[in-house]
């Protein structure tokens, strides 16, 4: 078997057997979609949608200077986080670049779990590996401990419930837990990608199909589907939550993409990119770089990541991801245009699709936000 050949998650005959169309996705054979992924993004927003994020990479940190070695490897304040919670954090290059978004959870005094996206699991690994010398911590490589699956939808917290006696109601956004799920050691935690409520299990390969199987059986009354990472893709979209390789590049640091706030100069001590990144800080205030926003369209054609925005004949953006959306009932866009540019309803705006230019509204991120 070559190198080159895609991995497989654990649930993956599962996923064949339910007629998934797969794709190659950083290096894994994914589902794409079941069936039609307007239906599986619409049964997230009113019900509920199963997910396999096994791809995901988890790194484990441990040791007496975990805190401090996280602190110095990546841009937010890690040490500040309590036992049981998570935080949405980035990783940076020396010049400020963004490596990868992250999310930390501190699972004890001395131990912390750093989730990082697929096409990057084996850089940020590198990356904290080679950060933590003369640290007293160990860096350990656990994606292939962990099957990743998640339930996403305001029928989620029932679903679960019915499965479970951990204390889903006192599980804040940005928490996690661990507990027992239809009987299978989890981590449950609460930070969701598609702008809905849900959960996210950390559980052994060997039991992720047992757990597929009971969360399907739970949700089947109210209408939970299986979902692919086609749907995930326009969820996160409506949501205005970035995506890695799109949003947010090593060409970007944080402060050009809109998340200064995930850099924390107040902590103690120095930091990889600090110097870069207190540079680019400034610049931002002095002469705001590039801004992201959201494009609606006001016709029917789809925009695609590279395309170009414009405005009176001069390009002033570039779109970073685009769909069609299901909830809109229109295409919708993410780019990053001028500061001139970048006010909601700014006029004579649009995007060059193949050469004619379709006008788009500006609008504010997110295009969706959940009713409470």
């Avoid at 204390?167 to 449950?188: E, Q, R, S």
């Avoid at 409520?197 to 757990?211: H, S, T, Y």
């Avoid at 749907?231 to 998340?259: I, K, N, Q, V």
């Amino acid at each position: 078997m070559s190198s080159n050949a895609p991995r497989h998650t654990a649930l993956d005959a599962l996923h064949r057997s339910l007629g998934a169309t797969m794709t190659d996705f950083a290096g894994w054979d994914m589902p794409l979609r079941y069936g039609s992924e307007r239906d599986e993004h619409l049964a997230v927003r009113t019900k509920a949608g199963l997910f396999d994020l096994s791809h995901m990479g988890e790194i484990t940190v441990t040791g007496p200077q975990a805190a401090a070695l996280l602190n110095y490897a990546l841009v937010g304040n890690i040490a500040s986080v309590g036992v049981g919670r998570a935080r949405y954090t980035m990783i940076c290059q020396e010049d400020g670049g963004i490596l990868d978004d992250l999310i930390v959870y501190r699972l004890a005094e001395t131990e912390y779990m750093v989730v990082a996206n697929a096409s990057n699991a084996q850089v940020v690994l590198d990356a904290l590996t080679e950060r933590a010398d003369g640290f007293d911590a160990e860096v350990r490589d656990d994606r292939d401990a962990y099957a990743l699956i998640a339930v996403q939808g305001p029928e989620s917290p029932g679903i679960l419930k019915s499965l479970t006696d951990a204390d889903l109601d006192g599980l804040k956004y940005y928490a996690g837990l661990p507990g027992t799920v239809a009987g299978v050691p989890a981590l449950i935690a609460r930070t969701g990608y598609t702008g809905e409520d849900g959960f996210e299990l950390f559980v052994a390969p060997a039991d992720a199909e047992r757990l597929w199987q009971a969360l399907t059986e739970a949700g089947a009354p109210v209408g939970l589907v299986p979902c692919g990472l086609s749907c995930r893709d326009t969820l996160r979209l409506e949501a205005g939550m970035p995506l890695y390789g799109h949003e947010l590049t090593t060409s970007l640091t944080p402060f050009d993409a809109g998340l200064g706030r995930v850099v924390k100069f107040e902590k103690e001590g120095d930091f990889v990119g600090r110097k870069a990144l207190e540079a680019a800080a400034e610049r931002a205030e002095k002469n705001p770089p590039r801004v992201l926003v959201g494009l609606i369209a006001e016709g029917r054609r789809v925009p695609r990541a590279g395309y170009t925005v414009v405005a009176d004949g001069t390009v002033i953006g570039e779109v970073t991801s685009g769909a069609p959306s299901p909830t809109l009932g229109k295409p919708i866009a993410i780019a990053y245009v001028d500061a001139a540019h970048a006010a909601p309803g700014s006029a004579g705006v649009g995007v060059d699709i193949r050469g004619s230019h379709e006008p788009y509204e500006v609008v504010a991120l997110p295009f969706y936000k959940r009713q409470k």
